[in-house]
């Protein structure tokens, strides 16, 4: 993909994951990086920091002998998420009209 | 290398943070080990790399610190991972010892353009003066010392802004190269 993800994108993604289900660390980086193509080594800064953020709320779950730590949305990690999908939608307008203006130039 | 293996290194690398920071990171790796099996540790990289991640996302923590203690902890981490590293140590005290020379020698340098400066501008004023006070007696001197009181003035103020404007450049670009290469140092 030549346009990556990052930033607050990455952390837009993390949180509408999360807000859709809890995950675990292991399956939350798997589908963030399948999704969006980044590397294994990014998600977990990014958890840490919506964590302290309190944004993410963990639980443990007991699993075949030892702990799985769930990640779960807080209220105020719904209340950035729905910021940030607000702005998201404003860029995402932005880019569309830019790209569509460029196609009638081109036609 | 195996999990365990990976995680001690990883666990070496990311010394310099706190260590809460560093348990929840190291818990998060070593369950993240047990899920992903065999093939986990080839996957994720480096544990230099994934360390410097954690290392780099924790120093550029943006959230409700105002910009100063932000770069203070930063410098902090940088001066911690310097300090950790048994090759660095050595390495550090010669960059401050250089840094130090430096800094040294510029402001000598800068200080004595800067009396120059001032000295110039000082006898240009002393001329100024003395120029008014023949004014009755001879005109024609009065024209002459004065005339060469404010070239010596205007050089003067010239010089000083001068000096003022490169010692601040040069000090700032020399905190700028100490600060690189502190920090790509402290990434090796």
């Known amino acids: 993909m030549a346009i990556q993800a990052s930033g607050t994108l990455l952390d837009m993604s993390v949180l509408a994951m999360l807000a859709r289900e809890d995950l675990y660390g292991y399956l939350l980086t798997q589908n963030a990086t399948t999704l969006l193509g980044v590397s294994e080594s990014t998600v977990y800064p990014i958890m840490r920091r919506l964590q302290t953020e309190e944004c993410l709320d963990v639980y443990d779950v007991p699993y075949s002998g030892r702990n799985r730590r769930y990640y779960s949305i807080t209220e105020s990690g719904r209340r950035r998420l729905r910021e940030y999908t607000a702005q998201w939608q404003d860029f995402k307008e932005t880019i569309d009209n830019i790209l569509g203006g460029a196609e009638n130039d081109g036609e | ?188």
């Open chain 2, 1 to 188: 290398m195996t999990a365990n293996e990976y995680l001690s290194q990883l666990q070496h690398a990311l010394r310099v943070l706190p260590e809460d920071e560093q348990r929840a990171a190291l818990e998060y790796y070593e369950e993240y080990l047990s899920d992903a099996g065999d093939d986990g540790v080839s996957s994720l990289g480096t544990p230099h790399d994934v360390a410097g991640r954690i290392i780099a996302e924790y120093a550029a923590k943006p959230d409700d610190e105002s910009g100063k203690k932000r770069s203070l902890r930063t410098a902090w981490i940088v001066i911690g991972a310097v300090f950790a590293s048994p090759i660095a140590l050595p390495i550090a005290i010669a960059i401050a010892a250089v840094a130090f020379a430096v800094v040294i020698s510029l402001v000598a340098v800068f200080v004595s353009l800067g009396v120059s400066a001032v000295a110039l501008a000082a006898s240009g004023v002393a001329c100024i003066v003395v120029g008014l006070w023949v004014v009755l007696q001879s005109p024609a001197v009065t024209l002459f010392v004065v005339g060469g009181g404010m070239v010596a003035l205007g050089i003067g103020l010239l010089l000083a802004k001068a000096v003022v404007i490169t010692s601040r450049t040069s000090f700032r670009v020399v905190a700028r190269i100490v600060g690189k290469f502190v920090i790509r140092r402290s990434a090796e």
